[in-house]
């Protein structure tokens, strides 16, 4: 993915209120279901505009926010300076592109539809988190492709809870969990949102 999808909805992005409620549900079920700390490192692929580390924030030392998106992390950087938490943003594609170092935990907000190879995206999560640490990856149920009015760029109609634990425990993550966290109301319909939250031993 090369192209900015998200270059004419960026700056209209936090608009929406049900997406902003959406990512405030989905943070509240990370701080409940994670045990966060002040001294960790996360890392927020597919960090948009911020809406969920800035509710993170506040529970961590340090945030990498890591999207492909040019205009995204422009709206994000505008963000740095009233953040609750040191903030490193880096454009780049995580499918195709590795980062040095490892963190204490990825979170991950509506991103996953958006990657083509799933469970090679937990594979590279794996080698990304520390031993110990933990993924809280949330995004939508399955569903019949009318959430997205175009499919630019999405790969996947939703997952199916199943499936998806199945691909993070393969790629050898343990205690693998997957939570209702949110539900997104549209006059197509009802999506509900899950967040798959498992360790790395």
Not at 32 to 48: R, T, Y
Not at 79 to 99: A, M, R, T, V, Y
Not at 188 to 198: E, M, T
């Amino acid at each position: 993915m090369n192209k900015d999808f998200f270059a004419h909805k960026a700056h209209t992005y936090e608009q929406s209120p049900d997406r902003v409620d959406n990512v405030s549900n989905i943070a509240n079920t990370i701080l409940e279901k994670a045990k966060l700390g002040s001294n960790m490192h996360l890392l927020d692929f597919g960090s948009g505009t911020g809406l969920l580390l800035e509710r993170i924030a506040p529970h961590v030392k340090k945030i990498t926010a890591v999207d492909i998106s040019p205009s995204m992390n422009k709206q994000l950087a505008e963000k740095q300076g009233s953040l609750g938490c040191e903030l490193e943003i880096l454009q780049l594609d995580l499918e195709s592109q590795s980062i040095e170092g490892q963190f204490d935990g990825i979170i991950s907000s509506m991103t996953m539809h958006h990657v083509r190879d799933v469970g090679a995206m937990f594979r590279r999560f794996h080698e990304m988190v520390k031993p110990g640490g933990f993924i809280a990856i949330a995004d939508l149920d399955k569903e019949d492709g009318s959430f997205h009015t175009e499919d630019t760029g999405v790969f996947h109609f939703g997952f199916d809870r199943d499936d998806i634990a199945s691909a993070a425990a393969q790629a050898g993550f343990e205690n693998v969990e997957v939570v209702s966290a949110s539900t997104i109301e549209r006059e197509s319909g009802n999506y509900p949102v899950f967040l798959l939250i498992a360790s790395r031993p």
